[in-house]
């Protein structure tokens, strides 16, 4: 019975505890939060709870908050680590011990914290020499005088020597009244300095004043103790808080730049160290002189002993930095090798951190750091003097000072180094990398309130003009500080950059460029005179209008765009073969910035090659081209009159399907190359990024194919990048040009001289007006006098030409000569137009269309008289419109310009060359070769990406053809007067 009661009793308890969980599920997890700031008096936080406990009787909470301590006037009775117990001492006079354990009488009062007070001057002693305690307590009188100059300790326990400088003040250990006590040190007060210091330091990119608890600790002991007793360290100590408020200067001589210099003043009389002037003795390096001019002076009056080489036995590519390190306080740490990270805040590995110091490689590193990182490895600023190792042959190594460019310096509160002028900068020594330090105003323990950080830094070397031995003047380090305000570390960034960065004169370089592109734009410009006077004379037009005006500006933009394309290949070909290929160093390549103005000309180039390449289009759009028949009716073929019941004799029609054939051989070929674009990209892609041609780009001297994937790569250089595009696109396309002449035209396949035989061998001649008075002629009338034949009759024809049997198909009796330029008289060019009028009008505007008239009839009759005609003309079956036939003379071909105007006839010029393929693709290779340069090039240079760049110029290239095709086809259709059905 008692057992079931109880298991009845267990059961009940379960499920009552088990609703009292239910109803606070929802808080099982969560506890209140606490901080041990925020425990009172009494209590204290337990680091096992996270939460407040009540201290035990007659204790306190000890500062810290993690524990509870006696009262006062309560000694430990019993301790067990975890937890105290308190008593009170039996008399009231008595004090508690040190360690808190006992109670004793003491010599004297008590301090608050209810422990025996020894007057200043003198130490609490306890216990006797072996340790035992004891009754009443004593306070012995350390002895301040000579020769033992023994003061309390920090604790007040022992005696032990004070500071020199109280004794060299006051031979005692007591700071006189005449004297000043100050950062723990006692000196008279110096006349040279004032009495009172600024120990604000100002953050002017803030517009923020913050008082140093560093500066007003420290300030003035280390400007006293160096001005009195060249004290070295406070000296450095000095130094380094003028570096701290960055080599800033003002009138007012009582912040640390200002006691800087008063010491620097006072102490001219010790001389100088290391034999120069600007470095006093015991004190730090810091500036380079108050007087405007002398950076450029520093920086440029002599060069290095030493030269830099990138090849050969000689090379010399090593630049070694070294650095002499101090701590804040004024303490020589250390000689440290420049190149281990030590200048470069962005973590990386070593390999690619030491690239930095190869002469001539471009070097920039860059990352984002947060504040939190910056505070917690940067709990002091480390300060560096750096200098560049020189070592001759056979010689010591001697340290020459690198100086330095602060931007952020300010003298009365003007920035003095943010201009390119040197004469206005002022040189400094030393910096610092992190400023955790200055920022923090009640302690120097505390969070500071704003930190500087070197956000960037760059070394640059300047190359002696003219040198042939690669002679550079000393390098200058430029650091700019960044000051940030600290409220969120944890969330806060900071950009940080460390660069090397080789430059030198390019005023002559610039120069020689203006004076090229001067001359060749002043022969562009008679160049496109001439032209514009071509054009004139094949237009039959002697007044200078806009029309005219306009014509000019286009010849000249092409004309201008060759000289610029002209000038920056050999730009780009100079830079990458003498800097490359260089033994000791004479050239170095010009600064991203001062590619801007290579940059705009390659632009220009682009822009103007564009106006003429559209221009170019245009008018092979708009060409006016005929096809003449020669073919006549061989018999005549009975035909049945319907209704009549007899026949009639009719000559039998000329088949059109030659002159279809003849215009779809000429649709075939208005757009083909002597350059296959397909090939041409890919083979310069694989040249570029698979061999590795890219990599010539880079800028450093190095000239190989082929990177480590661990070590560093620069950036690339525009220029070098232009020069290794534009020279691989335009080899790889004269490869192709020279190819396609030589070999394939020869022995494969001829298109254009192809299209003349077909002429030929359909009967059919082409008329080819690119102009209104001046186009091209094709002369393909049979030898044999007919082409609509069957095969065998063909056949024979063909052997009959072989074996010289039959006449030549030149125009003129004996000559093979069928390709002619002709220039037109005016009176043939009007028959032309009235002759197609017709046509023309129905294209225009429906006003001008007759609405009765069948297009298809005006169309057929106007093809049969525009073929009678130009075949009676070239049969010279008009005297009004005779022509001649003539060689041009040499001066003519290479102006392209006839000196002879046809007025009475029209003048044919002999052309074994072929020149009508210049309405077409093939005849304007160089245009599109050079536009499709330009046009990779301009995009890589906006990319910085050889494959996209490829790909849009194929793009552009398939465009374009499209467009050429389309357009040319319906152009053909409209001047040709075959039906577009039949262009295939």
Known sequence: ???????????????????????????????????????????YFDISS???????????????????????????????????????????????TQDGYGCIRCPGSLGENGKCKCPKGSVLVERDGNGNPLNEARCEECNATEPSFSAPDLTGNRCVRCEDSFINSSLSCVCGASNVQAGGMCFSHPNALPTSVASNVIFSQLTLSVPSAWFSSFLYSSAAACLSFSNRTACQSLGNMCVMNMHSSSSINNDACGLYNTVHRATAAQGSSQDISYWRTNLPWLYYGDQLGLASRILQNEPLPVGFSFKG???????????????????????????????????????????????GTAYKQSCVLSVSELLNGYPEPVFYDVFLVIQKPQEDKRLLAVPLLNINQQFNGQFTNEGSNKNNWYLTRRLMLVDTLS???????????????????KIGFQLVPNTQKGQVYPPLMTVTYSDILVTDPSTQTVTVSFSLEYTMDQEEARIKTDIALGVLGGVAVVHSLLKTASWKRRIASPLIDLQTIMKFLVFYAGDLANVFFIITVGTGLYWLIFFKAQLFVSVL??????????????????????VQFLHKLFVQLSVDIFFIDWERPRSKASKHVEGSGEAKSQASPVSIWRTYFVANEWNEIQTIRKINPTFQVIAVLFFLEVVGFSNLALRDPSSDLRRSPEAYTPP??????????????????????????????RFVEDKIRQFVDLCSISNISVLLLSHRCFGYYIHGRSVHGHADTNMDEMNTNLKREAENLCGQRGLLPNSDTQTFQISITNRLRAQYDRIIEPISRRSGPSRLVDASANPCEQSTKAYHTMNRFLGSVIDH????????????????????????????????????????????????????????????????????????????TYLQQLIFRLIRNGMGRRNLASKTLVDKRFLI
């Not at 019975?1 to 606070?24: D, H, P, Q």
């Not at 004024?330 to 070593?350: A, K, Y």
């Open 1 to 43: 019975m008692a057992t079931g009661t109880l298991k009845a009793f267990v059961c009940s308890f379960s499920i009552i505890f088990l609703l009292k969980l239910n109803g606070f599920s929802c808080q099982q997890f969560s506890i209140s939060f606490q901080q041990p700031s925020g425990c009172d008096v009494e209590s």
């Open 50 to 96: 996270l939460s407040c406990v009540k201290c035990g009787p007659n204790q306190v909470s000890s500062k810290s908050r993690l524990a509870c301590e006696c009262q006062t006037g309560f000694r430990v009775l019993v301790s067990n680590g975890a937890s105290i117990t308190c008593q009170q001492c039996p008399d009231a006079n008595q004090g508690i």
């Open 313 to 359: 036995t000689q090379k010399n590519t090593n630049i070694e930095l070294r650095a002499a390190v101090y701590s804040v306080r004024g303490e020589f740490l250390r000689w440290e090798s420049i190149g281990e990270g030590n200048l470069q805040l962005c973590p990386d590995t070593p390999t690619r951190q030491q690239s930095a110091f190869t002469f």
């Open 439 to 457: 920022g923090r105003e009640k302690f120097v323990s505390s969070t500071p309130r704003v930190i500087r950080v070197a956000t960037n830094i």
């Open 589 to 610: 390549l010009p600064l991203p910035a001062q590619e801007e103005r290579f940059v705009i000309y390659v632009s220009c180039a682009f822009a103007l090659k564009t």
């Open 716 to 745: 690339y250089s525009l220029i070098l990048r232009y020069g290794v595009a534009s020279a691989m696109w335009l080899c790889i396309g004269l490869i192709q040009m020279i190819f396609f002449t030589v070999f394939h035209e």
């Open 877 to 952: 079956a008009h005297r009004e419109m005779d022509y001649i036939v003539k060689d041009k003379l040499l001066f003519e071909r290479l102006i392209g310009m006839e000196f002879i105007e046809p007025l009475d006839k029209s003048i044919f010029y002999n052309d074994d060359s072929h020149s009508f393929a210049d309405v077409l693709f093939y005849g304007n290779e160089a245009v599109l070769l050079i536009f499709d340069t330009l046009f990779f090039c301009v995009v890589d240079l906006g990319s910085q990406n050889f494959i996209l760049a490829a790909v849009l």
